[in-house]
């Protein structure tokens, strides 16, 4: 390291620009201790799920491809697997990659978006079947862009109602998911709040008449309930009947905006897809930009501290800049520049290396 800093500051002096070799130097720290954390992780996965050196190598190599790709950082996503390992997943990289996807597209912190995960896939017994886990997130995320929808509440709401579905009768994820997000769309109630108060509501529909689905009986009871003047006695008999004391207001505002629910119903249905666009436009964004950025910056120093050949092209640079009053007489042109930066930053790029960090 303490060649290449000094042949950084010969270049800077050469450049006319004598903060560059400051400024890489800094940045080579950052990297550094980021690699450092990685590198932390990485161990720590290996004791956990046994993994070989090799497959370490390989995960370390993802984990910077995901951050690139989604503008999120290469611990994150390991720390993602981490846990996904922890809770008995085999596919513990591609759940902890939809994590990423999900984070990205929806603005979720880490863990959020890693328990919001592991939440519908323990609702539906998808036992980590990311085709079908996908399938249900890009329904809700269609739904949270269509309506306005607070997504960070719409996931605490699925977290909290997959807890409760074993008292619920068997509700699809379509229905139950448009029933969650009309319930955060006309109340200013939680996630939490609104699964509770849908359970309770669900249960007393099927106490009523166990066999019929009990979404259709509460669409029906929306009919019924809309035709009846404002301030009948029969609606509050029905919002007593049904919601009880706790939940009535809830039930009045659900039942009075139930054509939310059919068009959020379309929206879930019509979603293909909505992730990853949102996850790409995000990562496109400045701050995505800069991200995906960093990932890729430290990378390459993971790429260029771990290069066998790397003391052989500090050398040989400082050969070629030795004894020159220009760099650019020394290299000819700014093309040829950049042909030896690459091949620095290209070192034993292929196949990767295990990640170490050496100061």
């Given at each position: 390291?303490?060649d290449?800093?000094?042949l950084?500051?010969n270049i800077?002096?050469?450049l006319?620009?004598?903060?560059?070799?400051?400024l890489?130097?800094?940045?080579?720290?950052?990297?550094?201790s980021?690699?450092?954390?990685?590198?932390s992780?990485?161990?720590?996965i290996g004791?956990?799920?046994?993994?070989t050196?090799?497959k370490?190598?390989?995960?370390g190599?993802t984990?910077?491809?995901?951050?690139a790709r989604f503008g999120?950082?290469a611990?994150d996503?390991?720390?993602?697997?981490?846990?996904?390992?922890?809770s008995?997943?085999?596919?513990?990289a591609?759940?902890?990659?939809?994590s990423?996807l999900?984070?990205t597209?929806d603005?979720?912190?880490?863990?959020l978006?890693?328990?919001?995960?592991m939440?519908?896939d323990n609702?539906?017994d998808y036992?980590?079947?990311?085709e079908?886990?996908?399938k249900?997130l890009?329904?809700?995320?269609?739904?949270a862009?269509?309506?306005t929808?607070n997504m960070?509440?719409?996931?605490?709401?699925?977290?909290?109602a997959s807890e409760?579905?074993?008292?619920l009768p068997?509700i699809?994820e379509?229905?139950?998911?448009?029933?969650l997000?009309t319930?955060?769309s006309?109340s200013?109630?939680s996630?939490?709040d609104v699964a509770?108060a849908?359970k309770?509501?669900?249960?007393?529909?099927n106490?009523m008449?166990s066999?019929?689905?009990?979404?259709e009986?509460l669409?029906?009871l929306?009919d019924?309930?809309?035709?009846?003047?404002?301030?009948?006695?029969k609606?509050?008999?029905?919002?007593?009947?049904?919601?009880?004391?706790?939940?009535a207001d809830?039930?009045d505002?659900?039942?009075?905006?139930w054509?939310r629910y059919?068009?959020m119903l379309s929206d879930?249905g019509?979603?293909s897809?909505?992730?990853?666009?949102?996850?790409e436009?995000?990562?496109?964004?400045?701050?995505?930009?800069?991200n995906?950025?960093s990932?890729?910056?430290?990378?390459?120093?993971?790429?260029?501290?771990n290069?066998?050949?790397?003391?052989?092209?500090?050398?040989?640079?400082?050969?070629l800049l030795g004894?020159?009053?220009?760099?650019?007489?020394?290299?000819?042109s700014?093309k040829t520049?950049?042909a030896?930066g690459g091949?620095?930053?290209?070192?034993?790029?292929?196949?990767?290396h295990?990640?170490?960090?050496?100061?």
């Amino acid at each position: 390291m303490d060649d290449l800093k000094s042949l950084l500051q010969n270049i800077s002096e050469k450049l006319g620009f004598p903060n560059l070799a400051s400024l890489f130097s800094d940045k080579f720290q950052e990297s550094l201790s980021e690699l450092k954390e990685i590198d932390s992780t990485l161990t720590e996965i290996g004791k956990s799920a046994s993994l070989t050196d090799s497959k370490l190598q390989e995960l370390g190599d993802t984990s910077f491809k995901v951050a690139a790709r989604f503008g999120t950082t290469a611990n994150d996503y390991l720390d993602g697997v981490q846990q996904m390992i922890d809770s008995g997943y085999k596919n513990a990289a591609q759940m902890a990659e939809l994590s990423a996807l999900v984070q990205t597209a929806d603005n979720l912190q880490t863990d959020l978006a890693n328990d919001y995960i592991m939440a519908a896939d323990n609702a539906y017994d998808y036992a980590g079947n990311v085709e079908k886990l996908t399938k249900l997130l890009d329904g809700q995320n269609q739904m949270a862009r269509e309506n306005t929808l607070n997504m960070e509440e719409l996931a605490n709401a699925t977290i909290a109602a997959s807890e409760l579905l074993s008292d619920l009768p068997d509700i699809p994820e379509n229905k139950l998911s448009a029933l969650l997000g009309t319930g955060l769309s006309v109340s200013n109630d939680s996630g939490k709040d609104v699964a509770a108060a849908i359970k309770d509501i669900m249960a007393s529909l099927n106490a009523m008449d166990s066999l019929r689905d009990p979404i259709e009986l509460l669409s029906e009871l929306a009919d019924t309930y809309n035709a009846l003047p404002d301030g009948s006695a029969k609606k509050m008999e029905l919002l007593s009947d049904i919601g009880g004391g706790n939940h009535a207001d809830f039930l009045d505002s659900l039942l009075s905006n139930w054509e939310r629910y059919d068009k959020m119903l379309s929206d879930f249905g019509n979603a293909s897809g909505s992730m990853m666009s949102d996850a790409e436009n995000s990562a496109n964004s400045l701050d995505g930009a800069l991200n995906s950025l960093s990932s890729t910056w430290t990378a390459t120093v993971n790429n260029v501290i771990n290069s066998d050949e790397l003391t052989n092209i500090v050398e040989t640079l400082n050969a070629l800049l030795g004894g020159v009053n220009n760099v650019t007489e020394a290299l000819g042109s700014a093309k040829t520049l950049g042909a030896i930066g690459g091949g620095i930053l290209s070192a034993k790029n292929a196949g990767g290396h295990k990640l170490s960090c050496p100061i």
